[in-house]
C-alpha cells in the first residue's frame, strides 16, 4: 500500500468524467479518505451511466456536485474552487480533455475547472479512454495544450481496454496514480528552494519630485512569486515603488531607483542563502548623472546634486545620463550560496531569430544567467504572454502565459545541476517506496 505523502490534512476536489474508467477511480477517493484527507466529487452527467450518485456520496461522505443550477448551490462552483488544495480530473474523458483545453465550461465539472485554476492549487488531469480516442490528433494536441499550461497531465498504460481492443489509453491503477500525484506533490516541497524574485520599474531621480521611469507594471514577477510560494518554494520579492506585489509572499521589499535595487539585491545575498534569483524587475540603463540649466536659476548646474530640490519651469534644459552596471553579471559575485542559480529576463521588440539568439546570448556569456526568459513585445497581448525558457545549452520550452512559465522555472529551479529532474521523477520515487 503507498505511503501518504501529501502532509497534514488537505481537501481534494476530485472532477468524474463519463469513462469506464470511473469504476477503477472510487479506488482513489476511498484511498485518500482513509489518509485523512478531505474530498469532495463534482461529475459529468455521463458518469452516472458508469457509477451512482450514492457510491459517490458513500465513499466521499459529501453530497456529489453535478448540477450547476441545482437550488441552493448556485455558488458551489466557486465554493469548492477556493476550498481545494489540489484538482485532480479522474477519469478525464476525451470529451473533458477537449474542454479544459478549450475552455467550454457547460457543466459543473468543466465550469469548477475554470474557477480552479485561477487559484493556483496543482491540477491533475488522468485520462481514460480507448486507444483511437487517445490517438486522434485532437486529443494529442489537447493534451499538449494543457501541459504547456502548466497543468500536470498523466499518461495512460497501454494495455488490454475495456473495448477488447489493445494500446495506449487505459487509465493507471489508482495506486499508482496516487503515488504520481503524491510524488509530484511532495518532490515540490522538499526540493523546492530559496528564491529572490525582483519586479517592476526603477525610478531614477532628477530633482526631489521628478523621475525618469517606465511602463512596468511588475505583474510577471507577482505571477511568478505567487505561482513558486504555491509550489513551495520560500520566496522573497523585491518590487518596485508601484510594482504589483504578490499575494502569496509575506517577505516583501519595495526599491525606488537602481542605485535602491543594486544595493537590496547586494544586502539580500551577502547576507541570505538564496538558491535562485530571478531577474524580472525592468532596470533602467541610465541614471541622471547631471543637469544643466539655460537659467542657472531655474536647474542646477552640471555636477551639482541630482534628486534634491525643485527644477523651475519654463526654461530648457539638459539631463545627463550615464549607464547603470549590469547587475546579472554580479548577482552570483555578491551571493553567500556560490551555487546560486541566475534567472536573466530578455525583452526584443519585433526581433527575428539571429536577433532573438544573439540578445539571449549575451545574458548567457560569462555565465551570467543559466536560464534566459525570452519574449518579444509583439508577442505581448491584452490576452496572451508568450515566453520561451532557454537554457545555457540552448534547449528551449514555450509557455503561453506567465502561469505556465511559473512551471516551468518550478520545475527547473527544484534541480539541481547535477541531478535531473525528469518527468519520472515521482516514478522513481513510487519505485523506491515499492522496493
Ligand atoms: C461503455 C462506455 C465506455 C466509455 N468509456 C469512455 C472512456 O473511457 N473515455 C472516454 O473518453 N469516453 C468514454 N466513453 C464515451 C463518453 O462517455 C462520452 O464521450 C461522453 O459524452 C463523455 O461525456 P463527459 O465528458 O461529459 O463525461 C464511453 C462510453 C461508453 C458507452
Known amino acids: 500500500m503507498a ?13 468524474m468524467s463519463g469513462s469506464i474508467a470511473c469504476a477503477k477511480a472510487t479506488g482513489l477517493i476511498s484511498a485518500w479518505r482513509k489518509a485523512g484527507h478531505a474530498v469532495r466529487v463534482a461529475a459529468t452527467a455521463s458518469v452516472s451511466e458508469f457509477v451512482g450518485r450514492a457510491t459517490l456520496e458513500g465513499l ?26 489540489l484538482v485532480v480530473a479522474c477519469p478525464a474523458s476525451a470529451n473533458l ?66 473495448c477488447g481492443e489493445t494500446g495506449a489509453g487505459r487509465m493507471l491503477e489508482p495506486d499508482d496514480i496516487r503515488a504520481r500525484i503524491e510524488g509530484l506533490l511532495a518532490h515540490d516541497r522538499t526540493v ?41 518554494f520560500d520566496v522573497t520579492w523585491l518590487g518596485g515603488a508601484v510594482a504589483q506585489a504578490p499575494e502569496a509572499v509575506e517577505d516583501l521589499e519595495r526599491y ?26 525592468a532596470v533602467s540603463d541610465f541614471s541622471v548623472a547631471g543637469i544643466d540649466g539655460n537659467d542657472p536659476g531655474a536647474a542646477p548646474s552640471h555636477g551639482s546634486p541630482v534628486g534634491a530640490g525643485k527644477i523651475g519651469s519654463g526654461s530648457a534644459m539638459t539631463l545627463h545620463l550615464a549607464p547603470n552596471p549590469k547587475l546579472l553579471p554580479q548577482l552570483r559575485g555578491w551571493s553567500r550560496n556560490p551555487a546560486l542559480r541566475v534567472v536573466g529576463f530578455k525583452l526584443t521588440v519585433a526581433a527575428d531569430e539571429a536577433g532573438v539568439n544573439r540578445a539571449v546570448q549575451r ?9 534566459v526568459v525570452h519574449n518579444d513585445l509583439a508577442e505581448i497581448g491584452p490576452a496572451r ?36 529532474r525528469a518527468d519520472d521523477a515521482p516514478l522513481r520515487q513510487a519505485e523506491a517506496r515499492e522496493t
Not at 60 to 85: C, Q, Y
Not at 204 to 227: F, K, M
Not at 363 to 371: K, Y
Request: aromatic content about 8%.
Open 3 to 15: 505511503t501518504d505523502l501529501i502532509p497534514g490534512h488537505r481537501n481534494i476536489l476530485f472532477l
Open 60 to 85: 466521499s461522505g459529501e453530497p456529489v456536485f453535478d448540477d450547476t443550477f441545482a437550488p441552493g448551490r448556485a455558488m458551489d462552483h466557486i465554493e469548492l474552487a477556493r476550498w481545494a488544495d
Open 97 to 162: 480533455l477537449a474542454k479544459f483545453a478549450h475552455g467550454i465550461a457547460d457543466d459543473a465539472v468543466s465550469t469548477l475547472w475554470q474557477a480552479a485554476w485561477s487559484r493556483g492549487a496543482p491540477l491533475f488531469v488522468v485520462p481514460a479512454m480507448n486507444t483511437h480516442m487517445w490517438d486522434y490528433p485532437a486529443t494529442r494536441e489537447n493534451v499538449e495544450r494543457l501541459k504547456r499550461w502548466g497543468i500536470h497531465v498523466l499518461p495512460t498504460a497501454a494495455g488490454d481496454l475495456a
Open 192 to 232: 523546492a528552494g530559496r528564491v529572490l524574485i525582483t519586479g517592476g520599474g526603477t525610478r531614477e531621480p532628477i530633482d526631489a519630485v521628478r523621475y525618469i521611469g517606465n511602463h512596468s507594471t511588475g505583474r510577471t514577477a507577482a505571477v511568478l512569486a505567487d505561482a513558486l510560494a504555491d509550489r513551495g
Open 256 to 281: 525606488e531607483s537602481f542605485t535602491d535595487l543594486e544595493a537590496a539585491l547586494r544586502r539580500r545575498l551577502e547576507t541570505e542563502s538564496f538558491d535562485a534569483v530571478i531577474h524580472a524587475a
Open 363 to 371: 545574458l548567457f556569456a560569462g555565465d551570467a544567467c543559466d536560464l
Open 385 to 420: 504572454h508568450a515566453y520561451t525558457l532557454i537554457d545555457a545549452g540552448g534547449s528551449r520550452q514555450a509557455a503561453d502565459d506567465t502561469r505556465a512559465l511559473a512551471t516551468l522555472l518550478a520545475d527547473a529551479l527544484a534541480t539541481t545541476p547535477v541531478g535531473p
